[in-house]
Every structure is written in structure tokens, then in C-alpha cells.
């Protein structure tokens, strides 16, 4: 079992930068490939980014390549996404999961485990 609990959300500008963490409890957090996800209202969730176990693949949603950055401490037990360039369309609900395949996996149906979710809002 994986216990994932996001933070660092909140509001920000245009223009800005955020970064969100997943702390992940168990002490099996190394096996585990980690994925963003985020859900904008009245909108499917989707897939954002994702880092394998070993941090040796990483992907992204083409919306976000080049602004935003995945990646983990496996020491922590935490997985990260950094995120710069905001804009308004960014604005969602973003979600951590967990799973213990390798490779690109961005559907929901693909991952074991997730977190409670926290607000990212960019105004203008």
C-alpha cells in the first residue's frame, strides 16, 4: 500500500512558477513510478507528467513540455513537479499517482494509488 498526499498549491499570476510535492508513505517508494495528473473543471483528468522508478524515463503532456519539470528524492519518499511559465489554462486540481510499471502509462486506469489532490489557479 502507498499513501500519496499532495501540496503546494495555491494562486499565482501568469507568468509565475509553483512547485508541488507528493510525499508518498511506505518504504517501498523507490519501485514506484510516479505521475501528475490534473482535472480543470468540467474537464476529463489528464495526464501532465510522469517519471519512472529509477528517474530513468520521464514524460510529459505536450501542453507543458518545456514549462514544467518532474522529478523525485527517492530518499524523501517525494516526487515533485516544478512548474514555470503558468497560465491560465493550467488552472486544475493536480493529482500524484503511483504505480509499478515502467514505460509511458497516461491513463487514470494505469495507476494503483493516488493523492487527495491540491488546487493550482492561475489569474491573469
Known amino acids: 500500500q502507498v499513501q500519496l498526499v499532495e501540496s503546494g498549491g495555491g494562486l499565482v499570476q501568469a507568468g509565475g512558477s509553483l512547485r508541488l510535492s507528493c510525499a508518498a508513505s511506505?518504504?517501498?517508494?523507490?519501485?514506484?513510478?510516479m505521475g501528475w495528473f490534473r482535472q480543470a473543471p468540467g474537464k476529463e483528468r489528464e495526464f501532465v507528467a510522469r517519471i519512472t522508478w529509477a528517474g530513468g524515463n520521464i514524460y510529459y503532456a505536450d501542453s507543458v513540455k518545456g514549462r514544467f519539470t518532474i522529478s523525485r528524492d527517492n530518499a524523501k519518499n517525494t516526487v515533485y513537479l516544478q512548474m514555470n511559465s503558468l497560465k491560465p489554462e493550467d488552472t486544475a486540481v493536480y493529482y500524484c499517482?503511483?504505480?509499478?510499471?515502467?514505460?509511458?502509462?497516461?491513463?487514470?486506469?494505469?495507476?494503483?494509488?493516488w493523492g487527495q489532490g491540491t488546487q493550482v489557479t492561475v489569474s491573469l
Open positions: 499517482a503511483a504505480d509499478n510499471r515502467l514505460g509511458l502509462r497516461v491513463g487514470e486506469s494505469e495507476y494503483d494509488y
Open positions: 511506505g518504504r517501498t517508494f523507490s519501485s514506484y513510478s
